[in-house]
């Protein structure tokens, strides 16, 4: 099934590979594709958009007025999600300001309809007319079947009642109706044009408020955290498997393992520079010159560095197989074998100095750097599928670049 990635649900943009989609699909003439929390239907019609039509999936309704068009259709509820009928209560419950405005009310869901006065003014009567079984006969819709229709009409009485503009649009189709065969049409050269500027009433009016909108937003909001949590675990279980198959092959860890990896060494390259200029720094970082202190910052970072990576392949740590990893990613700062050799021996010792004496986080292994929600949202969970272990020797050689071999001396704040 495609995914829109300019989605406009509530969940946002989700990783590639993260579970179902959050669509619901109808086929045919009004077909849709439909987020979680979108509240109106559009059609395209001839490639263009007007407010009463319909809008791809891709083009969710931008404004009030093609809401307001889309509910007061003949079939407004054709390519949404189902409705509810679970949350019931009555006229009594509800409270409004007076002006349509509800300010007290229980929580409903899955009813974008409630209160809508063009709903109500044209479906409102309970039952359509549908060609069933060879002829015309009358049958309940939903709003027959809703459990809170007559709490749904009182409001959207009032709301009618309440806006001047609304209650002439509404008052003068009925003269119109009531003029070309007296009953209520919304179609039609006269009654369907008397019936377009009351939905253009009610479209100019805005909005009314309704504090069941903010329940609905905060349940939203729980539900993204959830989902957001379930994604994480995924992740998490993602990686704990890429990086078993890394030990057991002896290969590279996972690319997102990389990136943090990576990450992680500057910010200790940095804080290293930082300390040395301070005057409570460890004995074996004061007393490093200032014309050797960015080598040593940048040899004890990549020694850090390699010996994670080296864990993370299932392989020793050593100064030996150190100075050999890094020489593989031409990180040894011109020098040679043994002398790089020799010289990982202090910068691991440093390492652990660092660890004790809670300079430096102790982190032996790239599991170390997660997090209960891991950067789920940066990586994607198919990044490791489709990259073998030479991608990711070059996406270690493209992140972690090598350094003039030049010593500079930091300037001392």
Not at 4 to 28: D, I, V
Not at 44 to 62: D, L, Q, Y
Not at 167 to 172: G, T
């Amino acid at each position: 099934m495609a995914r829109s990635s300019n989605c406009s649900g509530p969940f946002g943009a989700r990783p590639q590979a993260a579970s179902t989609s959050k669509h619901l699909w109808r086929s045919g003439i009004y077909s849709v594709r439909w987020c979680m929390r979108c509240s109106s239907v559009t059609r395209r019609t001839n490639g263009r958009i007007s407010p009463g039509s319909f809008v791809t999936a891709e083009e969710p309704p931008a404004t009030y007025e093609q809401e307001v068009f889309a509910w007061g259709n003949e079939k407004p509820w054709r390519g949404r999600p189902n409705l509810s009928n679970r949350d019931q209560f009555g006229v009594a419950d509800v409270v409004t300001n007076g002006s349509g405005d509800i300010v007290a009310m229980p929580p409903l869901r899955r009813k974008p309809c409630f209160a809508r006065p063009e709903v109500i003014l044209r479906h409102g009567k309970g039952e359509e007319v549908r060609f069933v079984r060879g002829s015309h006969r009358a049958v309940v819709n939903a709003c027959g079947r809703c459990p809170v229709r007559n709490a749904c009409k009182s409001v959207a009485s009032e709301r009618i009642r309440s806006a001047p503009a609304i209650a002439a649009a509404v008052v003068e189709w009925h003269k119109v109706c009531a003029a070309n065969g007296g009953q209520p049409r919304f179609t039609g050269p006269v009654c369907g044009r008397a019936w377009e500027q009351v939905k253009r009433a009610i479209a100019a009016r805005g909005p009314f408020y309704s504090i069941n909108d903010d329940f609905l937003k905060r349940e939203a909001e729980e539900a993204v955290r959830e989902q957001r949590a379930k994604w994480a675990l995924a992740k998490s279980k993602q990686r704990r498997n890429n990086r078993i198959d890394c030990i057991a092959r002896h290969q590279l860890p996972p690319c997102a393992d990389l990136r943090a990896l990576v990450s992680e060494r500057e910010r200790r390259e940095a804080s290293l520079l930082a300390l040395w200029q301070t005057t409570n720094a460890p004995l074996s970082i004061r007393k490093v010159p200032a014309t050797h202190i960015a080598m040593t910052a940048t040899l004890t970072a990549d020694a850090w560095m390699a010996a994670v990576i080296l864990r993370a392949m299932g392989g020793k740590v050593s100064p030996a197989y150190v100075a050999r990893f890094l020489r593989q990613y031409q990180r040894h700062q011109g020098k040679s074998a043994d002398a790089l050799k020799a010289r990982m021996q202090s910068d691991l010792a440093r390492v652990a100095v660092l660890h004790d004496e809670g300079v430096w986080r102790p982190i032996h292994s790239a599991a170390d750097l997660d997090t209960p929600t891991s950067d789920w949202q940066d990586f994607d969970l198919e990044d490791d599928e489709h990259l073998g272990e030479a991608d990711r020797e070059g996406l270690l050689m493209s992140l972690w670049r090598a350094p003039p071999p030049v010593d500079r001396a930091p300037t001392p704040s």
